[in-house]
Protein backbone atom coordinates (compact mmCIF):
# COMPACT_ATOMS: atom_id res chain seq x y z
CA UNK A 1 0.00 0.00 0.00
CA UNK A 2 1.74 3.16 -0.77
CA UNK A 3 1.41 5.84 1.74
CA UNK A 4 2.31 8.86 -0.43
CA UNK A 5 5.63 10.47 -0.72
CA UNK A 6 8.50 10.49 2.46
CA UNK A 7 11.60 10.79 1.01
CA UNK A 8 13.17 12.28 -1.87
CA UNK A 9 17.27 11.63 -1.68
CA UNK A 10 18.80 13.65 -4.50
CA UNK A 11 22.85 12.77 -4.77
CA UNK A 12 25.22 15.29 -5.08
CA UNK A 13 29.02 15.98 -5.65
CA UNK A 14 29.43 18.41 -3.12
CA UNK A 15 27.38 18.14 0.01
CA UNK A 16 28.51 21.19 1.27
CA UNK A 17 27.18 22.87 -1.13
CA UNK A 18 24.28 21.23 -1.54
CA UNK A 19 23.21 21.80 1.94
CA UNK A 20 23.51 24.85 2.02
CA UNK A 21 21.52 25.62 -1.07
CA UNK A 22 19.10 23.60 0.00
CA UNK A 23 19.06 25.57 3.49
CA UNK A 24 18.62 28.80 1.97
CA UNK A 25 16.16 27.69 -0.82
CA UNK A 26 13.55 26.08 1.54
CA UNK A 27 14.86 28.15 4.82
CA UNK A 28 15.05 25.37 6.72
CA UNK A 29 18.12 24.03 8.33
CA UNK A 30 18.77 19.92 8.70
CA UNK A 31 17.43 17.98 11.36
CA UNK A 32 20.41 15.12 10.39
CA UNK A 33 23.34 16.44 9.11
CA UNK A 34 26.22 14.30 8.77
CA UNK A 35 29.12 13.40 6.08
CA UNK A 36 27.53 10.58 4.50
CA UNK A 37 23.73 12.62 4.30
CA UNK A 38 22.26 15.33 4.83
CA UNK A 39 18.54 15.44 5.71
CA UNK A 40 15.98 18.04 6.04
CA UNK A 41 12.17 17.99 7.28
CA UNK A 42 9.71 19.80 5.07
CA UNK A 43 6.54 19.99 5.86
CA UNK A 44 6.46 16.64 7.18
CA UNK A 45 8.43 14.89 4.57
CA UNK A 46 12.34 14.06 4.09
CA UNK A 47 14.88 15.58 1.44
CA UNK A 48 17.93 13.61 1.73
CA UNK A 49 21.11 14.82 0.34
CA UNK A 50 23.39 11.68 -0.64
CA UNK A 51 26.78 12.49 -1.40
CA UNK A 52 27.84 8.91 -2.18
CA UNK A 53 27.86 9.21 -6.51
CA UNK A 54 29.71 6.15 -6.92
CA UNK A 55 28.29 4.29 -9.38
CA UNK A 56 24.88 6.17 -10.01
CA UNK A 57 24.75 9.20 -12.10
CA UNK A 58 23.56 12.72 -10.39
CA UNK A 59 20.57 15.06 -11.82
CA UNK A 60 18.21 13.58 -14.12
CA UNK A 61 17.51 9.79 -15.69
CA UNK A 62 15.44 9.16 -13.02
CA UNK A 63 12.06 10.22 -11.71
CA UNK A 64 10.29 13.84 -10.62
CA UNK A 65 9.04 13.92 -7.04
CA UNK A 66 7.03 16.80 -7.05
CA UNK A 67 6.54 19.09 -3.78
CA UNK A 68 3.30 20.93 -2.84
CA UNK A 69 2.93 24.31 -2.92
CA UNK A 70 0.44 26.85 -1.73
CA UNK A 71 1.58 29.25 -4.60
CA UNK A 72 3.08 28.32 -7.98
CA UNK A 73 4.02 31.21 -9.60
CA UNK A 74 4.68 32.95 -6.74
CA UNK A 75 7.41 30.14 -5.94
CA UNK A 76 8.74 29.66 -9.27
CA UNK A 77 9.80 33.94 -9.35
CA UNK A 78 11.75 32.87 -5.73
CA UNK A 79 13.19 30.22 -7.41
CA UNK A 80 14.37 32.52 -10.46
CA UNK A 81 16.90 33.81 -8.18
CA UNK A 82 18.02 30.82 -6.16
CA UNK A 83 19.75 29.95 -9.49
CA UNK A 84 17.18 27.73 -10.76
CA UNK A 85 16.76 26.19 -14.61
CA UNK A 86 13.22 26.08 -15.56
CA UNK A 87 12.77 22.33 -17.47
CA UNK A 88 9.16 22.69 -17.83
CA UNK A 89 6.73 25.99 -17.24
CA UNK A 90 3.94 26.34 -14.69
CA UNK A 91 1.33 24.77 -16.58
CA UNK A 92 -2.72 24.30 -16.04
CA UNK A 93 -2.98 20.16 -16.12
CA UNK A 94 -6.69 20.42 -15.55
CA UNK A 95 -9.25 20.63 -12.20
CA UNK A 96 -7.31 23.54 -10.91
CA UNK A 97 -4.07 21.46 -10.79
CA UNK A 98 -0.81 23.52 -11.59
CA UNK A 99 2.40 21.98 -12.18
CA UNK A 100 6.76 22.66 -12.99
CA UNK A 101 9.37 21.49 -13.26
CA UNK A 102 12.88 23.42 -12.18
CA UNK A 103 16.43 21.41 -11.95
CA UNK A 104 18.64 22.54 -9.19
CA UNK A 105 22.07 23.74 -9.68
CA UNK A 106 23.57 19.79 -9.42
CA UNK A 107 20.86 18.60 -12.18
CA UNK A 108 18.13 17.49 -10.19
CA UNK A 109 14.87 17.62 -11.59
CA UNK A 110 12.27 19.34 -8.14
CA UNK A 111 8.55 18.99 -9.12
CA UNK A 112 6.32 21.03 -7.94
CA UNK A 113 2.35 21.13 -8.04
CA UNK A 114 -0.10 22.96 -6.59
CA UNK A 115 -3.55 21.26 -6.34
CA UNK A 116 -6.72 22.68 -4.65
CA UNK A 117 -7.67 18.67 -4.36
CA UNK A 118 -4.83 18.02 -2.01
CA UNK A 119 -4.18 19.93 1.53
CA UNK A 120 -0.64 20.44 2.41
CA UNK A 121 0.38 19.73 6.24
CA UNK A 122 1.05 22.69 8.18
CA UNK A 123 4.77 23.58 8.47
CA UNK A 124 6.59 22.15 11.40
Do not use: C
Not at 8 to 23: C, E, F, G, M, T
Amino acid sequence: MLLGLRTIIYKVPDLARAKAWYSATFDIAPYFDEPFYVGFNVGGFELGLDPGVENQPLGAGGSVAYWGVSDLAETLAGLDSRGVTVRSPLQDVGGGILVATVEDPFGNPIGLIENPHFTLPPPT
